[in-house]
């Protein structure tokens, strides 16, 4: 992984966790860091610190490719505060592939229902002040 | 463990109001003390359930609702769980009652927001999100649930049309309540027509942003008996949480808080969904009653959609769901939501419904979740 320089972002700021940070970086290449627990091999988003299926506290890290298909999004026209913009821009929901984990964020360019089926394969592209950035592939 | 009953509830009307929250607030409790018939003096504890109060400048409600009550020296709790604070709080008040700590307390909640306008309450709401994944990626409250929408519809084979009439039906509820933010009767085409907030879900899928406070007294089967013949009685408590974003949830299509919520509620009430008469469920935007009832148990999953077609949820149903017009006609003050459908449930068993009352109603559920479903609450109620 090439060295990345910490995260310009608000959540920096607000979050004090080296995880987050961690996370935010990893994003920026356009992979997810998960982490796996050491006892029971659940995987889980960097952000969590104990585990959920077992409870235990000791993970490794699991760096997974950003790549996965769309489960659902929605398209915003009536945005919160700084998405003015970009309007109108998709939220979804992408299962990575080869896991079972699901991941959120920011995809720009959505502006009908037609541009985006269902299922379209995409990929994390990186992370800035709209947060995670998703795009087709 | 005490028997719990409700007493006493009141209301201010829910929509855009002018008085300022501590007023709305204070106008509710009074209406609850009046209809319990009980003097201030009475309650021994407050929980004030609110979000936003720093909206109209004033948190910390509870001890100024005491001092306002005569009641300064009665301790109070301010209870925050998003849109779900209502039932979250009237848990913590049943609990404390039927644990014996006191006989008799106040539950008012409140919110008033309208006056800051739709990009505030946006912006603001959306803090109630997993912020990090959706609010801070430019999800919006209608945009999370729009997004549990695209997939029921792709999973069930619903409509938009099917979404459409959930509103058009609790707005014929809502139009029989004098209370109701949103009086007035919609057809499946208003919805279908009204502008897109975050596709597919359209303004009249969506729940209104609602200034409003609602308040009822609990107190344990003794307090009862000694100063009411019309009460009601609390039969079941549950509450469950949920992975707070909806990334982490297995399936999208349904709220992992309800179910466990419920569960706990028909089991400590020894009930089953079958033997519940009517609900008031969380109905923050239309897809939301649909997922509601079925992780409540009152339809199997993918068939709530079917239930309605056949107008099984109406009023005159023989499962009325949100006899009040719910949280989108009724409207949702969300830091009042909650104890406004327990005022609901106390109005239909005490026959203080008016022309909305349901036929043979014996048995009464509330629902109401924070976020996405992230926390929940569920109660059951009997007449007595």
Not at chain 2, 180 to 199: E, F, G, N, Y
Not at chain 2, 358 to 370: A, P, Q, R, W
Request: glycine content about 10%; aromatic content about 8%.
């Amino acid at each position: 992984m090439q060295p990345v320089q910490a995260a310009p972002s608000i959540y920096s700021k607000v979050y004090k966790l080296l995880a987050k940070e961690e996370f935010i970086n990893n994003a920026k290449l356009g992979k997810v860091l998960a982490r796996k627990c050491t006892k029971c091999g659940h995987l889980h988003l960097a952000t969590t610190y104990f585990c959920q299926n077992c409870g235990n506290k000791t993970f490794e890290n699991a760096i997974i490719e950003g790549m996965g298909a769309i489960v659902t999004y929605t398209i915003i026209t009536v945005p919160p505060e700084g998405y003015e913009k970009y309007v109108p821009y998709a939220w979804v929901v992408m299962k990575l592939d080869k896991t079972d984990l699901r991941i959120s964020g920011f995809m720009g360019g959505i502006k009908s229902p037609a541009d985006l089926p269902l299922g379209m394969k995409s990929k994390m592209t990186g992370y800035d002040e709209r947060g995670i950035i998703i795009e087709k592939l | 463990m005490e028997k719990v009953c409700v007493i006493g509830a009141g209301s201010t009307k829910y929509g855009k109001l002018q008085d300022s929250i501590t007023d709305i607030a204070l106008q509710a409790s009074v209406d609850a003390l009046d209809s319990a018939g009980i003097e201030p003096k009475k309650i021994q504890a407050g929980y004030i359930s609110n979000v936003f109060g720093i909206a109209d400048k004033q948190v910390h409600l509870g001890p100024v609702i005491m001092s306002n009550l005569g009641i300064p020296e009665v301790p109070s709790l301010s209870i925050e769980s998003a849109c779900g604070s209502g039932s979250v709080s009237f848990r913590e008040a049943y609990a404390n009652v039927a644990a014996g700590f006191y006989d008799a307390v106040l539950a008012t909640g409140v919110e008033k927001v309208t006056h800051t306008g739709t990009e505030w309450t946006t912006t603001y709401f959306s803090y109630c999100s997993d912020f990090f994944y959706e609010g801070g990626a430019g999800a919006s409250f209608p945009g999370l649930f729009a997004s549990i929408a695209r997939a029921y519809l792709a999973e069930f084979k619903a409509t938009e049309e099917d979404l459409a009439m959930v509103a058009v039906k609790n707005h014929d509820n809502g139009f029989l309540n004098p209370k109701a933010h949103l009086r007035k009767k919609i057809t499946v085409d208003d919805v279908l027509k009204s502008a897109v907030v975050a596709s597919p879900l359209k303004l009249y899928d969506c729940c209104p942003f609602s200034d409003g406070a609602s308040a009822v007294i609990l107190c344990n089967e003794k307090f009862a008996k000694d100063h009411s013949t019309n009460y009601i009685e609390v039969i079941g408590s549950g509450r469950g949480g949920s992975p707070a974003a909806l990334q982490g949830r297995e399936h999208i299509t349904t709220i992992p808080s309800t179910k466990i919520a419920a569960h706990a509620a028909y089991k400590m009430a020894g009930v089953t969904p079958k033997d519940i008469d009517f609900a008031e469920v969380h109905d923050c935007f239309t897809i939301a009653e649909l997922v509601d009832t079925e992780d409540l148990g009152f339809f199997e999953k993918g068939e709530a959609v079917e239930a309605l077609r056949q107008g099984r949820t109406r009023l005159n149903g023989d499962i009325p769901i949100n006899p009040s017009g719910g949280l989108k006609s009724k409207g949702h003050p969300i830091g009042a939501t909650g104890i406004g459908q327990v005022v609901e449930v106390f109005d239909q068993l005490t026959g203080k419904a008016g022309e909305r009352t349901v036929k043979e109603g014996k048995i009464g559920l509330t629902h109401n979740f924070g976020a996405t479903g992230a926390s929940c609450a569920v109660h059951i109620f009997k007449s007595v």
